[in-house]
């Protein structure tokens, strides 16, 4: 900015605001669809609940498998560990109950 010290800060926004979308004008050639987005939230799920969650789920098995043979394995422990690997295996059949159930 000191290069632009002669010229107000409120040109340089203007200029900026008027050069946007000279800028910009590719980024609007997809036709207004959030197809990037939605491929890359659908990539997203899919590595999460596939071979990445299924190793984390068989992990946290193990050790709560080493917590019981230790004896310190409580209810609290093992109930949180299976309702997670619950709500992340069955995550798509909960979302697709309630989008039923509301008319979507």
């Known amino acids: ?20 979308p ?5 980024a609007f050639a997809t036709g207004g669809t959030l197809s990037p987005v939605q491929s890359t939230l659908q ?4 590595t999460l609940t596939g071979p990445i969650s299924t190793s984390l789920a068989i992990l946290a098995v193990i050790a709560a498998g080493f917590l019981a043979w230790a004896g310190r394995m409580t ?10 690997i619950v709500l992340v295996f069955g995550s798509t059949q909960i979302v697709q109950f309630f989008q039923s159930s509301v008319g979507g």
Do not use: D, E
């Not at 990539?43 to 899919?46: E, F």
């Not at 209810?75 to 997670?84: E, K, L, Y």
């Open 22 to 26: 000279l800028m910009s004008s590719p």
């Open 43 to 46: 990539t997203l799920v899919q």
């Open 1 to 20: 900015m000191r290069h632009f010290k002669n010229i107000g800060r409120r040109k340089i926004y203007v200029l900026g605001a008027l050069a946007l």
């Open 75 to 84: 209810w609290g422990i093992a109930g949180s560990i299976i309702f997670g």
